[in-house]
């Protein structure tokens, strides 16, 4: 069971208050990797007396129809002692390579466009020693995310949380000294935004005690884009004037499975202090959006008007 428990995703903490007049249209560049939960750039304080807010243009981004997803196995498959040569399933309906080695198994989904390396034998996970930092073990994540090779190159990489828990049937957050793993959601950014998908995060990892992979799950991974429009982005007033249905929840940390559920609230019931620019993918378009966060949701709303 603790294979496959990579979904609860926790709380985004909010990044501390700025007032800003506007959005510069090239921000500072990132720090690659932080201990801490991810901190968007740039924000937009919805207390400041200017409510209209004058801003730049935002670049959507498109994924090519002819993109493919290519393994870069080679580095991989040393480092975990694969074979060379994947066991295939090819039908109309399920397209996956396989590569199972004594101790860890790499597994690419083709229609799915999911990719797994992970433990293949739950008896040899580690049941004592001291947890790295998240930091650390992100730099890890990333290094090996890297070798495949299925983000475009000038893709960075977040930590945007992480959560440590305990070694039961079902997994329960704990704390650090009880956790039997740590599970580290990752983000990627482009053009120093970050990028979100629906519910699901592109990159979660785990570790147990020893510090040594659980396993590592990519979904959805952005291997090229180009630049497809620049567009003005819309202003507070007009955000605040939008209906319910315009905004959308991007991660919930549930208290119960109900909550999974749950719509929406417009921009008043959400009374945040602060939005964020990002992207999101969808239908291979990479989309501008506003991120607004509030109690344990992270919410958006497209930026454009």
């Known amino acids: 069971t603790l294979l496959f428990f990579l979904t609860l995703l926790p709380q985004p903490q909010a990044p501390a208050p700025r007032s800003e007049a506007e959005i510069p249209r090239t921000p500072a560049g990132p720090t690659l990797i932080e201990p801490t939960v991810y901190a968007p750039p740039t924000t937009i304080d919805l207390s400041q007396a200017e409510s209209v807010v004058r801003v730049g243009e935002v670049t959507t981004y498109i994924i090519p129809p002819t993109t ?133 995060p592109f990159i979660s990892a785990a570790y147990d005690r020893a510090n040594k992979l659980l396993k590592l799950a990519i979904t959805n991974p952005i291997p090229a884009f180009t630049e497809k429009t620049l567009t003005p982005i819309a202003t507070t007033d007009q955000l605040q004037a939008r209906p319910s249905t315009d ?26 202090n602060r939005l964020s620019l990002g992207l999101y993918l969808e239908n291979s378009i990479l989309s501008p959006i506003y991120l607004l966060q509030s109690s344990n949701y992270l919410y958006a709303t497209k930026a454009t008007p």
């Open 68 to 200: 493919t997803i290519r393994l870069d196995t080679e580095k991989i498959s040393s480092q975990f002692q694969l074979p060379t040569e994947p066991e295939t399933i090819n039908t109309q309906f399920i397209q996956v390579q396989t590569w199972n080695g004594p101790d860890y198994y790499l597994s690419h989904n083709l229609l799915a466009h999911q990719i797994a390396l992970g433990r293949n034998d739950e008896s040899k996970i580690a049941r004592s020693g001291t947890f790295r930092s998240p930091a650390m073990l992100a730099a890890d994540a990333i290094s090996l995310v890297n070798s495949l090779q299925v983000f475009a190159p000038e893709t960075k990489f977040k930590l945007e949380r992480f959560t440590y828990f305990s070694g039961n049937e079902w997994p329960e957050p704990s704390s650090v000294a009880d956790a039997q793993f740590v599970e580290l959601i990752l983000t990627p950014q482009i053009n120093n935004l970050p990028v979100y998908q629906q519910e699901i």
């Open 247 to 272: 905004f959308f929840r991007l991660f919930v940390k549930p208290e119960t499975s109900q909550q999974y559920f749950l719509s929406a609230p417009d921009i008043t019931a959400l009374t945040p």
